[in-house]
C-alpha cells in the first residue's frame, strides 16, 4: 500500500524568505500523481501544486516549485518570498493513475512571521 | 471553473438524529465524490468514494449503515449521518473529479462542520 509522509509538523519562515517544506512516499507504481494542497484557517483546500510522475521536468507555479525526485521517493515545496498569506496547514497527497483516490500525509503547519 | 459546493456549511443536531449534507459540483459533471472526515489539527481521512448511479465504495472501518452515501446524478453527492452521537462531530469535507481529465485533480468543497449535541 501507498504511504506519505511529512516529517515536518510546523515550520516558520520570515515574511521574504524561502521556506521548502518535505514529503516522501511510498510506491511500487510507476505511473502516480502528486499534489500539494493548502487548507488556510477556512479550512478550504486549495491546490498549491501538481506532479505528474513521468514528467522529469519539475513543476513550478509563480513562488511555488517542486523538487520531485522520483527514484528517492522524494517531493518537497519550495515557497520563495513568503507572505502572510501563505500562513496554512500544506498538505502533500499521493494519486494513483486511474484511480483518482488520494492519500494524504499528516501536514505541515507553516508559519510566517511579519 | 470546478466548483463545488457544500451544505449546510455548519450544523448542529441533537444525539439520535439524522443530518443530510450535500455536496454539489456546480460547473462540471463529475466522474467520481469523494467524502472526508477531518479531525482537528489532523490530516483528511477519506470515508468512501461514489460514483454516479452505483453503490458507493466505503474505506475500512466506515460504517456503511451510519454514513449513507448517495450518489443520485453527476452533479449531486449525498452524505446522511444516521442516529448521530457526539462522536460523530467532526468537520466532512466532500471533493469531486471532472470526467475525463487526466490529471487526476479533485475539486474540493468547502466542508461543513457537524456539532452533535
Known amino acids: 500500500a501507498q504511504t506519505v509522509t511529512q516529517s515536518q509538523p510546523e515550520m516558520s519562515v520570515q515574511e521574504a524568505e524561502t521556506v521548502t517544506l518535505s514529503c516522501t512516499y511510498d510506491t511500487s507504481e510507476s505511473d502516480y500523481y502528486l499534489f500539494w494542497y493548502k487548507q488556510p484557517p477556512s479550512r478550504q483546500m486549495i491546490l498549491v501544486i501538481r506532479q505528474e510522475a513521468y514528467k522529469q521536468q519539475n513543476a513550478t507555479e509563480n513562488r511555488f516549485s517542486v523538487n520531485f525526485q522520483k527514484a528517492a521517493k522524494s517531493f518537497s515545496l519550495k515557497i520563495s518570498d513568503s507572505q502572510l498569506g501563505d500562513a496554512a496547514m500544506y498538505f502533500c497527497a499521493y494519486s494513483s493513475s486511474g484511480t483518482y483516490k488520494y492519500i494524504f500525509g499528516t501536514g505541515t503547519r507553516l508559519k510566517v512571521l511579519a | 471553473g470546478a466548483v463545488v459546493s457544500q451544505h449546510p456549511s455548519w450544523v448542529i443536531c441533537k444525539s439520535g438524529t439524522s443530518v443530510k449534507i450535500e455536496c454539489r459540483s456546480l460547473d462540471f459533471q463529475a466522474t467520481t465524490m469523494f467524502w472526508y472526515r477531518q479531525f482537528p489539527k489532523q490530516s483528511l481521512m477519506l470515508m468512501a468514494t461514489?460514483?454516479?448511479?452505483?453503490?458507493?465504495?466505503?474505506e475500512q472501518g466506515v460504517e456503511k449503515d451510519k454514513f449513507l452515501i448517495n450518489h443520485a446524478s453527476l452533479t449531486l453527492s449525498t452524505l446522511t449521518v444516521t442516529s448521530a452521537h457526539p462522536e460523530d462531530s467532526s468537520f466532512y469535507i466532500c471533493?469531486?473529479?471532472?470526467?475525463?481529465?487526466?490529471?487526476?485533480?479533485?475539486?474540493f468543497g468547502p466542508g461543513t462542520r457537524l456539532t452533535v449535541t
Open positions: 471533493s469531486a473529479t471532472l470526467q475525463d481529465r487526466p490529471s487526476y485533480e479533485q475539486y
Open positions: 461514489s460514483n454516479e448511479g452505483s453503490k458507493a465504495t466505503y
